[in-house]
């Protein structure tokens, strides 16, 4: 019987993980291949479940913690998807502030479903807007020393994670490059030659395509991939994870006259980038999208610094939509919610809506606790 590929593709908070993975399915599609698609988050209503889902994708969805911690769920789901799909590929994102993932879902999908699997190298996107920053800084004493240092924006501990994510990569993928000039794409490759020496570079553009063929073709190879096992602090992890506040919500929408999804989804999303700058909390990404009986819009910012981005326009007006909010930002996770509430009420007034809020939870996540954890690879 033919293995079923299982492609994961890693990367920070806002780095690009779903637009490549929906680059990534098109493709495959196009190749005549089958897919589904595996999402994960630490709670429900995740706009990139929707995203997909509303681009016409098979996708499952794993909730609660990331794959590591529901490794048994992750597998589920990837049994759910062959008997309704007969895919030959799952492609599937991890949560953004995960890492350990070789020793945690690479390495116990070879070892414990070989027979069935067949696992691709394991890429990692590097996220620009805080990696320039993070790789500028000095290297972090390993563990980080709480205090000082510069985490980009964020904490010594979450830039440990952002530096252990791509350590365990079996090729770092520089994305956004259709932003970058030449010397700062040039210091980038520098920089991150320089602090993970060995492994292939790739550069990309997962909105435009650029450089994709290379990320197909790291992706087809065959090989004995999915091997760097990291020396990590769990503590320090955790600690790093769990500066990052985190809020998933659902609202319903109603008007009398018809609105412009786009002009509210913008509105909203630089509403809030103004009241969490004032508040000091870096965004990791903050993302919404609105869904009306026609289309759907998506918003989205992945720094405090950088511009609001409409990644998928409705080009529609509706008088009802639901609106899914996702917020990952270093701040309090009971402020992010009460500055939620507050922004999407300000908003749907002036734009003489009604909000009706059916769901909102903000935490912390919790300290990760793998199923399974490899010291060594098989
Ligand atoms: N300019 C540009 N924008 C990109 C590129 N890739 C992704 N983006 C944008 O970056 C934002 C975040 O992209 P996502 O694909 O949602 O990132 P993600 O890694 O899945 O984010 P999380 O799931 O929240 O961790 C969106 O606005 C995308 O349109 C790229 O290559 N170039
Ligand atoms: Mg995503």
Redesign the pocket.
């Known amino acids: 019987m033919k293995k079923l590929r299982f492609i994961m593709i890693g990367g920070f908070l806002g780095a690009g993980?779903?637009t490549t993975l929906a680059r990534l399915a098109r493709f495959y599609l196009s190749r005549g291949q089958k897919i589904g698609l595996v999402?994960n988050d630490q709670a429900q209503d995740l706009v990139?479940t929707t995203s997909l889902r509303a681009q016409g994708f098979p996708v499952e969805e794993v909730p609660g913690a990331c794959f590591c911690c529901r490794f048994g769920d992750l597998v589920g789901k990837v049994e759910q998807l062959e008997t309704s799909q007969r895919p030959d590929v799952i492609l599937a994102?991890p949560v953004?502030s995960c890492t350990d993932l070789v020793a945690t879902v690479v390495q116990p999908l070879k070892d414990l479903y070989g027979d069935r699997f067949e696992v691709a190298p394991y890429p990692v996107l590097f996220k620009p807007s805080h990696g320039l920053r993070i790789l500028k800084s000095a290297p972090p004493i390993s563990p980080p020393a709480s205090g000082g240092g510069n985490g980009g924006g964020f904490s010594p501990k979450a830039a440990y994670i952002f530096r252990k994510q791509l350590e365990e990569a079996d090729a770092i993928v520089l994305n956004r490059i259709d932003e970058l000039d030449a010397a700062t794409l040039a210091e980038l490759t520098d920089l991150v030659h320089a602090a993970f020496p060995g492994t292939p570079l790739l550069r990309l553009s997962a909105k435009t395509g650029q450089g994709f063929e290379a990320l197909t073709e790291l992706l087809d190879q065959q090989g004995n991939f999915g091997r760097k096992i990291l020396d990590i602090d769990y503590d320090v992890y955790a600690e790093g994870e769990a500066e990052l506040g985190w809020l998933n919500s659902s609202i319903h929408v109603t008007t009398d006259k018809p609105l412009s999804i786009d002009a509210f989804l913008l509105d909203l999303i630089q509403r809030l980038q103004n009241a969490l700058s004032q508040l000091g909390g870096e965004v990791a990404h903050l993302k919404a999208i609105a869904l009306s009986d026609i289309s759907f819009g998506v918003a989205n910012l992945v720094s405090s610094a950088s511009r609001i981005e409409l990644s998928m326009p409705s080009r529609c007006e509706a008088k009802e939509f639901d609106l899914i909010f996702n917020a990952r930002v270093a701040l309090d996770p009971e402020q992010i919610a009460q500055q939620v509430r507050q922004t999407v009420t300000t908003a749907c007034s002036d734009h003489k809506a009604t909000p009706q809020f059916h769901t909102m939870q903000s935490f912390r996540p919790g300290r990760p606790q793998p199923t399974h954890r490899y010291a060594t690879a098989k």
């Open positions: 993980k779903t999402t990139d994102e953004g």
